[in-house]
Nanobody
Framework: QVQLVESGGGLVQPGGSLNLSCAAT????????MGWFRQAPGREREGVAV????????EYADSVKGRFIISRDSFKMTWSLQMNNLKPEDTAMYYC???????????????????????WGQGTQVTVS
C-alpha cells in the first residue's frame, strides 16, 4: 500500500506564492508518475501538473503554465508544486497523486488514464483572495 501526505496550502492574496509538498510512504518503489490535481466547488477534479519519477518529464495544464513548477526528489519520493502569481481562479482543494504507470498528457487530462491503482493525498486547501 501507498500513503500520500500533503503539506502546504493556505490563504494568499492574488499575485502571491505558495508551495505544496507531498511525501509518499509504503510501497513507493512501484510509483513512476506523480502529480497534482485540484477541485474547485461545483467543478470536476482537474489535472494541474504531473511528473515522471525517473526522467523528470513534466506536463502542465494550460491554465498554470509559466506560473506553477512541479519538481520531485525521486530518492525521498517527495514532490512539490511551487505556485507563483496565484489568481482567484486557482482557489481549490489540491490533491497530490501517484500511480504505477502513465503517459503524462493523458493522465493529466484524465486520472483514469493510468496503470495500477490511483493513490491520492488527503487534499489541502488553497484560497486566493
Amino acid at each position: 500500500q501507498v500513503q500520500l501526505v500533503e503539506s502546504g496550502g493556505g490563504l494568499v492574496q492574488p499575485g502571491g506564492s505558495l508551495n505544496l509538498s507531498c511525501a509518499a510512504t509504503g510501497k513507493t518503489n512501484v510509483l513512476n508518475c506523480m502529480g497534482w490535481f485540484r477541485q474547485a466547488p461545483g467543478r470536476e477534479r482537474e489535472g494541474v501538473a504531473v511528473i515522471t519519477r525517473i526522467h523528470g518529464g513534466t506536463e502542465y495544464a494550460d491554465s498554470v503554465k509559466g506560473r506553477f513548477i512541479i519538481s520531485r526528489d525521486s530518492f525521498k519520493m517527495t514532490w512539490s508544486l511551487q505556485m507563483n502569481n496565484l489568481k482567484p481562479e486557482d482557489t481549490a482543494m489540491y490533491y497530490c497523486a501517484a500511480v504505477t504507470g502513465c503517459s503524462l498528457t493523458p493522465w493529466l487530462r484524465d486520472p483514469g488514464n493510468r496503470s495500477g491503482p490511483m493513490n491520492w493525498g488527503q487534499g489541502t486547501q488553497v484560497t486566493v483572495s
